[in-house]
């Protein structure tokens, strides 16, 4: 009988070149994940730098200025741009639809109306408080409307005018002041 002798090393060498290998593949993922990282963030080019440009401009002025004068890349001209008031637009959406029958038709129009202001909130108050009057004045306009009267875009913007001068007319007997500047139809439904 011949006894043989296994030599156990082999298997640990193997199992450690694996061990090995796999250490290394997540050092390598790891430093490409990281490398990608500082391409994408510390990019003059990328996104988050424009970004920080819109949030904090006064900083992004002065970090342009500053790589100008190190020499990168070209100078940027500043453009003077004229002080204006904004005006924020606010909006208000009667909840429920107005029906009304059209003139001289069995026809009828349910459209819902929305107005925006540029005054302040005050004007959207006063449309709050006053919409039953409001909508009464609305059916009592679009009821004067007959169907081809509000065909087509002209029509309905016909019928926004009106609708706007008697809700500002409204305003102005109860509140002294009127202020809704248009008149809007999130829906509008003929039949």
Avoid: C, W
């Avoid at 993922?29 to 730098?49: D, E, I, K, V, W």
């Avoid at 002080?83 to 637009?89: A, K, N, R, S």
């Avoid at 459209?111 to 909130?121: E, I, K, N």
């Avoid at 009592?140 to 081809?148: G, K, L, P, S, Y």
Wanted: net charge negative; aromatic share 8%; no cysteine.
């Amino acid at each position: 009988m011949s006894t043989e002798t296994v030599d156990p090393a082999p298997k640990k060498k193997g199992r450690i070149l694996g061990l090995l290998g796999k250490l290394l593949a997540v050092v390598v993922l790891l430093g490409a994940g990281f490398g990608g990282g500082y391409l994408f963030f510390a990019n003059p080019f990328s996104p988050a730098q424009d970004m920080l440009r819109l949030i904090e401009p006064e900083k992004a002025a002065e970090a342009d200025a500053a790589a100008a004068d190190a020499g990168e890349g070209p100078k940027k001209v500043q453009r003077e741009m004229p002080d204006q008031e904004l005006f924020v637009t606010s909006y208000f959406t009667f909840p429920e639809p107005v029906t009304s029958n059209l003139k001289e038709s069995k026809s009828f129009l349910q459209v819902q109306v929305g107005v925006s202001t540029q005054y302040d909130a005050q004007v959207i108050k006063n449309v709050e408080t006053h919409k039953l009057a409001l909508q009464s004045d609305m059916l009592a306009v679009i009821a004067t409307f007959t169907a081809e009267d509000i065909a087509g875009p002209e029509g309905r913007a016909r019928l926004a005018d009106a609708l706007k001068d008697a809700i500002n007319a409204r305003l102005e007997k109860l509140e002294g002041f009127g202020g809704v500047e248009d008149v809007f139809f999130p829906s509008f439904m003929m039949q």
